[in-house]
């Protein structure tokens, strides 16, 4: 996902993980799994979407999501 990562200030590419959270337009998401273990986006409604159905929702209203907790590449950066 292409996202604005606020600890660089640029907008670059994120391999989410479960329990990564992000804001996009005012809404806030939660990263989880399914039971096919393939990734959902929750949104604050309880809404349960594919990353790809939010990405080309997201490019359609031409919002750039904020990372807000990303544990994947930022567990290992100090």
């Known amino acids: 996902m292409i996202a604005f990562d606020p600890r660089s200030g640029e907008v670059r590419d994120f391999d ?9 337009g005012n809404e806030a998401f939660l990263v989880t799994l399914s ?15 594919s990353v790809d159905e939010c990405e080309a929702e997201w490019c359609t209203r031409g919002v750039v999501p904020e990372m807000v ?8 950066e100090s």
Do not use: K, T
């Open 69 to 76: 907790r990303h544990i994947g590449a930022w567990r290992f």
């Open 16 to 24: 989410l993980c479960q329990g990564d959270v992000f804001e996009a």
């Open 35 to 49: 039971g096919d273990l393939s990734l959902r986006v929750v949104d604050m409604f309880g809404r349960s979407r």
